[in-house]
């Protein structure tokens, strides 16, 4: 039978600052033994296989390893999840020796009787493309190093990957640490692995006969940056970069690493005695030199030049446990070992992975890639449009510390966003698609248009007021809040003849298959930017100021949601959104108008329900996406179909696998994406505490055959 934890009665008025949802939950259960629930899915890896890395980190930097516990044999899973050191400031540029202006790149599509300049990528001519092409790769997100083991056998001969034997390595989940095993030559080596959770640094202790004979060191390697779509290093160009060694001591050493315009440092400390070696360009070895069998090692790096050492192993290993325990304790659990659904131990799997790998991916100062530190997708540049998937997640599960990490980004790239509105005439801010670290626009046939992405903002801001409830967040958060709704009001074209406020032409909706010249009224980007401003309204009268009445305006007159035969269409320009066979692949975000958002005024349920029984019969699943699945869950959840929710949660189409270590496949040069694991974790929290004003039975989005027993404890329900 369903748990019945935390029955839930929300009251909500939104206009006041004084009130707040409040949960009533009159008689808990025990507690949920949560290192028992994290614990259980430890992941455990016997072989090589390049879909079955594992990482550590913080948000800020990771890594990723192989089963020896470091980057030993990054060729084995250079076509798999490959082995990346990567940071939230590692980026790179190649000089721009041709002066290449983003302005070169600009072109203009009409709209309204006007011209409105997009950075697009241009196929030709020639100083064109290449200026796009630029602008498109750089800068692009660095590989910061690769740190192996150097192996050796009795013979003196290099090991492979098969001269290792009775391999077991283990992610704890709840300590942050791989413990890695393996024999060589007979002989045990015992590897732990982990990241500190506030620095940009990894440390390692290696336990083997072999250390003391010399056959077990340690080996750093560095490339040049690469213009590579998802490849973040190049082997090939050594005379381009430096690798210099700033100072060695008994116990540590500081390389400084500099290529082209970029500058960073890494600092390198021991626990006993060691030699430092420099075979070749780039090449570092460190070689204990102790009688014990025993090595430790820490490596620090920085885009500042470090004055200290790095911290110990020892302290390391102590952050993280400490660190990870905290992580876990803290915010929302769900537990379904109770249940007699066959599926719920592997969608139990996925939630507790997913947390792990969002945690250490995902929630850091800037919004991620899509592929967050492991290794590169298109050039390492974050999509804002992935943002809600990434991190609004962590609202949910009342960890707001790890969304608003990253909200600071958005005032830091302000000035980028006006300046893309005032030069295409329109107000406020307006958020970019695929961008760089410092908030540049890089040049596409699609990003530009995008548009669902403007209301993301509000979204985030609205998830950290109604956890706050208090002035401050107000404060924080209220220029952007109204210079984001400016932009989305004077986006909305005002039709003389229809006496409506229009979205498009000169856009492309949340499913990427219409044409920018010609899309118009996509359903939900209308129903996002109605929520969006309404939003708006309500954070203005929380601070006790006047309605804007060009905000209401266009709430007053925005198009309506777009029927034909019944059924919402996805835009109102795409008649043939049911008949054309391009309409029914890729997102089917007209889904995300209830479910994503709540119900608003113009929504008609039975309009929605018929279009969700229309999708799930003529979709064309295997080309859709990873947060695809959670986005029509949230829907089913809604319109009172839990089957319907946990079945499309756990569809077997290829872009919903999970792979053994939590990732979420895609295709062959998109081996994970962290949005499928941010989406799923915030369907799952809905799925059990609900939305606001829900007053059914406990766990909407799970059925009541009996199959499904499930406990959660410090879930948020769902605007």
Known sequence: ???????????IVATSLTTRPILHNTNPPARIDRKALVSRHNVIVTRFDSMQSLSVGNGEFAVTVDPTGLQTFPDVYQQGV????????????????????????????QAHGRGVSYTYSYAAPERKKAASDWFRENPHRLHLGQIGFGLTKADGSMVKPQDLRNIR???????????????????????????????DQLAVQVRSPLVKTGRITITLRFPYGSGDWENASDWTKPQRHSSRLEYTTGRGALIERT????RYSVSLGWSERASLMQPEKHHFVVKPMGKGDSFSMSCRFSNRTIKQAPATFEATLANSRQSWEQFWLSGGAVDLSGSTDKRAAELERRIVLSQYLTKLQCAGSAPPQETGLTYNSWYGKPHLEMHWWHAAHFAQWNRIDLLEKSLGWYKSIRAKAQAIATRQGFKGVRWPKMVD?????????????????????LYFAELCYRHHHNRAVLDNYKDLVFETADFMASYAYFDPVKKTYILGPGLIPAQERFKAETTMNPTYELAYWRW???????????????????????????SPLPVQDGLYLAAESAPDSYTFQPYMTDHPAVLGTYGFLPASSQLDLPTMQRTFDKIMKVWHWEETWGWDYPLVTMTAARLGKPKDAVDVLLMKVTKNTYLPNGHNYQRNNLRIYLPGNGGLLMAVSMMCAGWDGYKGDPNPGFPKDGSWNVKWEGLAPMP
Request: avoid cysteine.
């Open 437 to 457: 670290q410092d908030g540049n626009e890089s040049p596409s046939t699609i990003a530009p248009f995008l548009i669902w992405q403007q209301p993301h903002f």
């Open 259 to 262: 290529l082209d315009t970029t």
């Open 169 to 199: 390595q283990e992610l704890d989940l709840w300590t942050g640490e791989i413990r890695s095993h393996f024999e060589l030559d007979g002989q045990p080596v015992d590897v732990i692995t982990v990241g500190h959770q506030s620095q």
């Open 532 to 558: 969006g401003l309404t939003i708006a309204q309500q954070w203005r009268q929380r601070l006790g100021l006047p309605r804007n009445q060009q905000w209401d305006d266009v709430l007053a007159k925005l």
């Open 82 to 109: 490959s082995l990346g050191t990567q940071s939230q400031w590692g980026w790179h540029s190649f000089p721009n020796t041709q002066q290449y202006r983003l302005d070169e790149v600009y072109k203009e599509y």
């Open 1 to 11: 039978m369903i748990n019945r934890f935390f029955l839930l009665s929300v009251v």
